[in-house]
């Protein structure tokens, strides 16, 4: 034995007074915690993810969980997890996967920006009596335009707009492919995106036949892999989003274990039964910024100019550049991913330590486009990370346009947030393929739920809003003037263009 | 009109300023330089500050007069600033080929270069046949102080101010002008972070610590350089609410969709009451919600425009209609040829 067990990250206990056997823990454990001994329950805590199925499921509130019962010694450098994966790699010789988001204790700087609301000099706003705007537009717009008063006094309208997405709100729901999460989980944040009037993202796994009845919701991913990807998959979306990267791992591809792609994920991705789906880190027809232009112009040309084409890239150092190339293509939208961005499987030290976070991000990105006279031109979504309405709205006033949630919606469906979702046993049926923990997740249920969350952060933006004396959120958009920072640093609050808190 | 008018007005809303600012504009005031630029300057100090501003303004062009403004001394007013005009014909051929407006285009990138520049002088008026006449003070002191009885004019705008953001700044007192368009306000724009951000994206450089400022530069940039009717300009500016563009018929809803998506950034927020004006016209508005008063007045062929009836009555007793504006339309007085 050379490097023998890790103290257990987690204790779990059952209290005996109140365990009455039934054995629910058993059953909903997908890692093997818990088995029945006897008449008693046995505990083997060393397989627990956290996940609190069991602590869900117990109806006597029996079972405890503690985390990190025995620890290491206390040191700043050698963290825990610095030390475990030595050890995980000293005997794997291998990289380690991690799955949702960044997980370094990075701070958050949206934590550290408070928001204005107004006394006195200009009234505050009562979205019970006065309406109160989150209707956003999305998609490519002229710079000025040619509108010719006819004889009688009429307006005609000469320049020709692009269409753009029409959201009631400015929150959809980002990218998470079938394969990476179940067909129960995509079903129910569709239906939660059409009943709340926002699009939700197929992710790189195609459009299943079950989710045509929500296609004008539907913003279909066109990915490195291409998997899924034709002329029908294509015309289904409301828009076709390009990814060129993600948050959670810039710079890399994806892939998904054959073990995973059961036959409806080989349909639906149109590849063989059992064979892993591998991305590649770059499209292979896109090695320059003109080639990402002539991509976007080919699938505007297939769908016949009318769907808006987004292109989504990894919070990266030069993402500012980057999106005012994207900017001069005929994409629509550019998607910023920042940092925090959850993923299904990344190696774990691309998910901690490559990109930048999605504040600094977009609000480089917003005044790179403001500088080159091109920012109304494009739409700004973010993504990565953003946790509630007030995370929205300080991405709105750092430059946003709307943004991209992904593990709040999967929290509304139940997820804990444990980071296993790369082990598809995610006991919660939402990133797994088995058929019976996929069963646990009630569609009709998770859609109301997905909805509810949309419903109240759009309820709480619009008292923000009204709090700070704007009726429509266009006019949060960029308005660095009604943030402050807190106990952020010159440099920082440089880059985010906002004055510190009593400035 | 001269100045007495408008002055007797504008005492009758005392109660909505705190005498640290107050201003008038004038159009028609200088026929005999009706051709050149009037730039009306505040210097810090005459001695230090002008002959920089000379020699710039040499450089563009041609000075056919200047002159300090005429002022007479008041008790009530310290005069921190030398107010002084100077009447300027720019030279065409100095500006970026393709111009469009040439004359027009130096001008405005001189008042944005010297006011941001900060060099004891700042540009607070820069039209044709115009002028702005503001000041620290009470209104009837800042009147005196320029004898503003002594101009006669067609348009008038005057402003009380109570400030919040920079008290005793002459700079910021109303109105704001550039080129042809003066505007007055009364509010505060909750949107400037967006609209300043905005506007300087096309060139223009907000110096006045003041969210007014950005109100003239938004009417330059929609109106002058890219052609749009005052109407349409207000529009975009204070826009219908979509649950209302949805209604429109077809061919408005267009328009109106088109307007608000390319002048999204453009559009003010927050409670105000606007009046702008240029040599053919006056405008008032205010916000979406009208969270400002504004009342308009007719007499003959004389619009009044004001936050009070009072004032209107108080300049024209014999005022024949006095209606309250709906929230966000616009009131246009055109001059009559």
């Not at chain 1, 990267?245 to 080989?266: D, F, M, R, T, Y």
């Not at chain 1, 139940?414 to 990133?431: H, K, M, T």
């Not at chain 2, 009072?310 to 055109?334: C, K, L, N, T, Y």
Request: glycine share 10%; charged share 25%; net charge negative.
């Amino acid at each position: 034995m050379i490097i023998g067990s890790l103290p257990t990250r987690y204790r779990i206990g059952i209290d005996p007074v109140r365990c009455m056997e039934c054995g629910r823990c058993i059953e909903n454990c997908t890692y093997g915690v818990y088995s029945r001994d006897g008449d008693r329950i046995a505990v083997n805590s060393r397989n627990c993810t956290a996940c609190h199925r069991c602590i869900a499921c117990c109806p006597r509130d029996a079972i405890t969980l503690e985390e990190h019962p025995c620890d290491y010694r206390s040191h700043p450098l050698w963290t825990r997890e610095a030390r475990e994966t030595i050890y995980n790699q000293a005997r794997t010789g291998k990289i380690v996967l991690a799955g949702m988001g960044n997980a370094l204790d990075y701070p958050v700087i949206f934590d550290r920006l408070v928001l204005d609301a107004c006394q006195v000099t200009n009234p505050s706003l009562d979205p019970l009596r006065e309406p109160i705007e989150l209707v956003t537009h999305l998609g490519k717009r002229p710079a000025r335009l040619d509108l010719v008063r006819r004889e009688g006094g009429d307006v005609e309208l000469k320049t020709r707009l692009t269409p753009n997405l029409r959201i009631e709100t400015p929150v959809m729901i980002g990218h998470m492919s079938y394969g990476a999460i179940s067909l129960n989980a995509q079903i129910a944040m569709a239906r939660a995106a059409k009943e709340t009037g926002t699009y939700m993202g197929t992710g790189e796994g195609g459009l299943h036949a079950a989710l045509h009845p929500y296609q004008d919701r539907m913003i279909v991913q066109v990915a490195s892999g291409r998997f899924g990807v034709n002329i029908d998959y294509l015309e289904r979306g409301a828009a076709v989003e390009i990814k060129i990267g993600q948050g959670a791992k810039p710079g890399i591809g994806g892939h998904l274990p054959g073990e995973k792609v059961c036959a409806e994920i080989s349909r639906t991705r149109m590849i063989p039964e059992g064979s892993d789906a591998i991305s590649p880190a770059p499209h292979h027809d896109i090695y320059s910024i003109e080639d990402l232009a002539q991509l976007v112009r080919g699938l505007k040309e297939a769908t016949e100019w009318k769907k808006p084409v987004f292109v989504k890239i990894a919070a990266v150092h030069n993402a500012a550049a980057i999106a005012a190339g994207i900017a001069r293509s005929p994409a629509d939208a550019v998607v910023i991913d920042g940092f925090r961005g959850g993923t299904g499987a990344a190696p774990r030290v691309f998910r901690d330590h490559v990109g930048i976070p999605i504040e600094a991000a977009v609000a480089s990105v917003d005044r790179k486009l403001r500088e080159q006279g091109i920012r109304n031109e494009i739409s700004v979504i973010a993504s990565g990370g953003i946790r509630g309405s007030a995370d929205v709205a300080k991405a709105i006033a750092l430059g946003a346009d709307a943004v991209y949630i992904g593990t709040a919606a999967l929290a509304a469906m139940g997820c804990r947030v444990c980071g296993n979702c790369y082990r598809g046993l995610c006991p919660w049926g939402i990133a797994t393929q088995r058929q019976d923990l996929v069963d646990r997740l009630n569609p009709d249920e998770g859609a109301e739920q997905v909805a509810n969350l949309i419903h109240a952060w759009t309820l709480e933006l619009a008292e923000l809003l009204g709090a700070a004396g704007i009726n429509s959120i266009e006019s949060l958009r960029g308005n660095r003037d009604r943030l402050r920072g807190y106990m952020l640093d010159e440099g920082l609050l440089q880059v985010l263009d906002v004055k510190p808190v009593g400035a | 009109m001269d100045g007495s008018g408008i002055r007797q007005a504008l005492s009758m809303m005392n109660e909505r300023g705190s005498g640290e600012g107050a201003g008038y504009a004038a159009y028609g005031i200088y026929p005999d330089y009706r051709d050149c630029y009037a730039l009306h300057v505040f210097f810090d100090n005459v001695r230090e500050s002008k002959p920089l501003l000379d020699s710039t303004l040499a450089q563009w062009g041609t000075i056919e007069h200047d002159e300090a403004i005429p002022t007479r001394d008041r008790p009530g007013l310290r005069a921190v600033h030398t107010p002084w005009r100077y009447f300027f014909k720019p030279d065409a051929s100095l500006a970026p080929p393709g111009s469009t407006m040439p004359e027009d285009e130096i001008v405005s990138a001189l008042v944005m270069r010297v006011n941001a520049a900060r060099r004891g002088a700042l540009i607070f008026s820069s039209g044709k046949d115009l002028g702005v006449f503001k000041a620290g003070g009470w209104p009837e002191d800042v009147a005196d102080f320029y004898r503003i009885e002594e101009y006669e004019g067609y348009i008038w705008l005057a402003h009380n101010r109570y400030p919040t953001n920079t008290p005793g700044w002459w700079g910021g007192a109303h109105p704001f002008n550039l080129l042809d368009w003066s505007v007055v306000h009364n509010g505060e724009i909750t949107s400037y972070g967006t609209n300043q951000r905005y506007i300087e994206s096309f060139g223009y450089t907000c110096t006045m610590y003041t969210d007014t400022e950005v109100v003239a530069y938004l009417i330059d940039l929609l109106v002058r350089r890219h052609g749009l009717d005052v109407d349409i300009a207000v529009r975009a500016l204070a826009p219908p609410f979509w649950e209302e563009i949805d209604r429109m018929p077809d061919a408005e809803r267009e328009w109106n969709r088109a307007l608000r998506l390319t002048y999204a950034p453009a559009m003010m927020n927050g409670p105000f009451a606007i009046v702008a004006a240029n040599r053919d016209m006056m405008v008032g508005f205010t916000d979406r919600g009208k969270l400002r008063p504004m009342v308009v007045g007719e007499c003959g062929d004389r619009l009044y425009i004001s936050s009070e009836e009072a004032a209107i009555r108080a300049m024209e007793p014999r005022v024949e209609s006095v209606w309250m504006p709906a929230a966000g339309e616009p009131v246009i007085g055109r001059v009559a040829p």
